[in-house]
């Protein structure tokens, strides 16, 4: 089989108010960092984008890391008409704040009312463009985090964003090295409990490379 090459997105993004403070989420990039690991293994050209983590990914993976979604947007954009399967596992943060703080701001005792502007969603701006680029990834991979209606809000994602699978979790998965999900495909519905995420990651990757 020609080689693969996989584009994957992880961890949170960051997005500062000021020099020392930012807008985050808990996310470690474990699950994304899985995702690579396992790629790399299986003999595949991994490109992995990821914001801030403790992780350090094996020497084979092409690493590029970022900060804010906007700079994943850009890096995921560079490598996305280059790939065969783009996993977007990033938990990037909605919104940002609409002003920078050059200086750190200081406390004067009064409420701090922060103006946030929605960010751009990484893999609908991709899909959406993929017009303008000459390929577009054969296999797209989603993640959905929800409190509540798992599958139906997982489902409304997929269609929105053009997926083939989509991973719904919900937040107890955070950080941890297992999850309970439900991997979505065109065809079926997989359930797991408790499953660990290098285990689920080999599921993913085995489920995507049958389908290209
Ligand atoms: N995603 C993205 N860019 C964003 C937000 C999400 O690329 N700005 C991607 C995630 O990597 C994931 C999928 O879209 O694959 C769904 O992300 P999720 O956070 O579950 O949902 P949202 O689309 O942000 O919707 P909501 O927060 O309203 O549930």
């Known amino acids: 089989m020609k080689k693969k090459t996989v584009?994957?997105?992880?961890?949170?993004?960051?997005?500062?108010?000021?020099?020392?403070?930012?807008?985050?989420?808990?996310?470690?990039g474990k699950m994304g960092y899985t995702l690579a690991e396992e790629a790399d293994r299986m003999g595949m050209d991994v490109i992995l984008v990821s914001g801030p983590t403790n992780l350090v990914p094996s020497r084979d993976i092409k690493f590029i890391r970022v900060s804010s979604a906007k700079e994943m947007l850009t890096a995921a954009k560079k490598y996305f008409p280059k790939c065969d399967i783009f996993i977007s596992c990033a938990a990037v943060s909605d919104y940002r704040p609409a002003k920078y703080s050059l200086e750190k701001i200081k406390k004067?005792?009064?409420?701090?009312?922060?103006?946030?502007?929605?960010?751009?969603?990484i893999l609908l701006s991709l899909v959406k463009s993929f017009k303008q680029f000459r390929s577009r990834p054969k296999f797209i991979v989603g993640f959905a985090l929800e409190t509540e209606n798992l599958i139906a809000n997982a489902l409304a994602k997929m269609k929105?964003?053009?997926?083939?699978?989509?991973?719904?979790?919900?937040?107890?998965?955070?950080?941890?090295?297992?999850?309970?999900?439900?991997?979505?495909?065109?065809?079926?519905?997989?359930?797991?409990?408790?499953?660990?995420?290098?285990?689920?990651?080999k599921i993913i990757l085995s489920e995507t490379i049958i389908s290209l």
Do not use: H, W
């Open 7 to 28: 584009l994957i997105t992880a961890g949170p993004t960051r997005e500062y108010i000021d020099p020392v403070r930012y807008i985050s989420n808990g996310s470690s």
């Open 108 to 121: 004067n005792g009064s409420p701090l009312n922060l103006k946030l502007l929605p960010n751009p969603d």
């Open 160 to 201: 929105n964003k053009r997926m083939d699978m989509i991973v719904a979790n919900n937040p107890d998965s955070i950080g941890s090295v297992r999850t309970s999900c439900a991997l979505i495909t065109k065809e079926k519905i997989m359930r797991f409990q408790n499953i660990p995420k290098i285990r689920l990651a």
